[in-house]
């Protein structure tokens, strides 16, 4: 994770936001955004880190290529 940070920092992004465990991504300074909503996810498991800027705001949606088609 630190490497993964470091590389999208080195690139110019404003920031990540992940879908995962909240006791595992918090070390790495993620946490939940109250202005950020992932329709269908608890709160507490989509997080973010911002690395400049203020926090992001708004509705999130995947790309269609990461929902499972059976």
């Known amino acids: 994770m630190d490497r993964a ?3 999208l ?3 110019g992004a404003s920031g990540c936001v992940v879908l995962g465990d909240p006791s595992y991504y918090s070390r ?3 946490k939940a955004e109250p202005t950020l ?3 269908g996810v608890p709160e507490e498991y989509f997080l973010a880190i911002v690395f400049n800027g203020s ?3 708004g509705k999130v949606s995947y790309h269609d290529a990461f ?4």
């Not at 929902?67 to 059976?70: C, F, N, T």
């Open 28 to 30: 790495f300074g993620f």
């Open 55 to 57: 926090p992001p705001s």
């Open 5 to 7: 940070l470091a590389e």
């Open 67 to 70: 929902s499972a088609k059976v």
């Open 9 to 11: 920092r080195r690139l």
């Open 37 to 39: 909503l992932l329709p």
